[in-house]
């Protein structure tokens, strides 16, 4: 004859999924104590009984029991045998956790000053893929079989050390293979000790800005520039002074009132109006800065996408010990996912860079970092990104056609930088490129993606930034360029009337 719990046991068992029995059966006594179905100090059978009553071994049940007796569920009495604990640990804490929410109100979610400002500026768009994204390559385009290959021979028996966190700020193996990459493209002079492998563009600006500006030290950017760089420097409490940019690059003041910590800069291909910095004005920024005892932090993001003349050589290779703190990425050679970018760090501050970056980042990836060695040594990532160049150069081309067919004489630019992975046409009136606000109503033709800069009266740079490297169907960006010039007519009729006479919103 089955007892009372036996009978309990069996139909809860028949509730459970758990493929091993003892699970089953752990789980069946367990919710039978929590909900009260076996009440406090009640005799469980012995282990003989209940195997007899269930039909399972008594090794099943003994297993069973251990493991309640291990989690305080039951109690072991000499010579008495099992019982239910007085108080099972889960239901001890739900009473006290409803005893003391009977008086005390739940914490509410409250963000730091720092962190609402972050929200409040957040700038990432959700869309990172599609025709007119700037800045992100044709990932369809990398040689995914052979970088895949690689990683898979590597990782059959990586060495232990590889395994574990780097300390050293990178693999040796990826240190010295971009010592001879930056030395060969870009004019970069410096040892493997020097480099340091971060996680992208993001990672290396907040790590510099960290470690070499206190709480209100000012900063000079371009203006505009990349808007990553400013979020990194409110987060920091550093303040940010633009410098205008020109056709010649940034234009370095000709007196220095505040004496800015850092420097930031694209001179090769300034984001994202795509001017080159003249040699006059690299000299003259060099001498600044080491007057004013500044450090200039050298954005390289994308200069091997250089589709006519010679390559701009980096600044930092312009003089030698040069106060420059130069950063690239493979965010726009290779593919954005991958997450790994690098610095150049000057010889004074290698050591505390380093030990810096262990201590907030932890580095690893180290069978990544090991694999892009053997891509760049064996000349691949140099193959990859001489295929690219002519890929991203036809998609420029044709952009380039279908705006001045289509756009034109609205489209006022020339493209003349013919670099990078985005076009910035400037169009006669100011309404066919003002910033779309939440506010603003949803009227008009969105052209695509565009990288906005805020300047500091609030308005908006008078250009939009159409990217061309992913990749995307000719007919979409032919639809795409048709409606914009449809807008732009439309926009111009508008502008042409005389004030008062007719009422028109721009388009957005």
């Known amino acids: 004859m089955r007892s009372l719990v036996g009978d309990l046991v069996l139909v809860r068992l028949q509730e459970e999924r758990d ?79 409803q005893q003391e929410n009977s008086s005390i109100a739940a914490p509410t979610a409250h963000l730091s ?12 768009s959700p869309r990172q893929w599609g025709a007119f994204i700037p800045g992100v390559p044709d990932v369809n385009a990398f040689p995914h079989p052979l970088f895949s290959k690689i990683q898979a021979r590597i990782s059959r028996r990586p060495k232990p050390e590889r395994l574990s966190y780097s300390c050293n700020g990178g693999t040796p193996e990826l240190q010295q293979a971009l010592v001879d990459y930056l030395r060969v493209s ?36 371009e203006e505009p520039s990349y808007w990553g760089i400013r979020h990194v420097l409110a987060m920091n409490d550093v303040r940010a002074e633009p410098l205008t940019v020109d056709a010649n690059g940034l234009c370095p003041p000709e007196t220095v009132d505040d004496a800015p910590r850092l420097i930031f ?23 600044l800065a080491r007057q004013q005892g500044s450090w200039i932090v050298e954005d390289d993001y994308d200069s ?31 593919y954005p996912g991958l997450r790994l970018g690098y610095v150049v760090i000057p010889r004074p501050l290698v050591s505390d860079l380093k030990h810096a970056h262990a201590e907030l980042y932890r580095g690893g990836h180290s069978l990544i970092q090991m694999a892009l060695a053997e891509f760049i040594t064996a000349g691949h990532y140099s193959a990859h990104i001489r295929r690219m160049r002519l890929l991203y150069s036809r998609r420029r081309a044709f952009l380039t056609e279908l705006i ?10 020339d493209f003349s930088d013919n670099a990078g992975l985005h076009l910035n046409p400037q169009f006669a009136h100011k309404r066919l490129t003002m910033w779309r606000s939440p506010e603003r109503p949803m009227r008009g033709t969105i052209l695509g993606a565009a990288a906005v800069a805020l300047l500091p009266d609030g308005g908006a740079q008078e250009r939009i930034t159409d990217g061309y490297s992913p990749a995307s169907p000719k007919s979409r960006w032919r639809r795409r360029s048709a409606s914009y010039s449809a807008a732009c007519r439309r926009t111009a009729r508008r502008c042409s009337c005389p004030r008062g006479r007719r009422k028109t919103k721009p388009p957005t």
């Open 265 to 287: 800069v694209t001179p090769s291909h300034q984001y994202p109006l795509g001017a080159v910095m003249s040699l006059e004005r690299r000299q003259r920024l060099l001498a």
């Open 19 to 97: 493929p091993l029995l003892h699970k089953r059966l752990y789980n069946a006594l367990r919710r039978a104590i929590l909900d009260g179905s076996l009440a406090p100090q009640s005799r469980l059978p012995p282990s003989r009984d209940l195997a007899g009553e269930l039909g399972v071994s008594r090794n099943t049940i003994l297993t069973t029991y251990e493991q309640l007796l291990a989690e305080g569920y039951v109690v072991s009495r000499r010579g008495s045998g099992t019982f239910v604990a007085q108080t099972a640990p889960e239901s001890s804490l739900t009473a006290k956790g």
């Open 304 to 334: 091997e996408f250089r589709f006519s003349g010679q390559p701009i050589p980096a600044l930092q290779g312009l003089v030698a010990d040069a106060p420059v703190v130069y950063i690239g990425t493979f965010s726009k050679t290779l």
């Open 404 to 413: 001045q067919r289509h756009c034109m004489p609205y489209a006022l630019s």
């Open 113 to 124: 000053r720092r962190g609402q400002h972050l929200l409040g500026q957040v700038s990432a």
């Open 186 to 221: 870009r004019g970069v002079h410096c040892q493997s000790d020097q480099i340091l492998i971060t996680e992208g563009i993001h990672q290396a600006i907040d790590l510099v800005t960290r470690m070499l500006c206190d709480n209100g030290d000012l900063a000079w950017v």
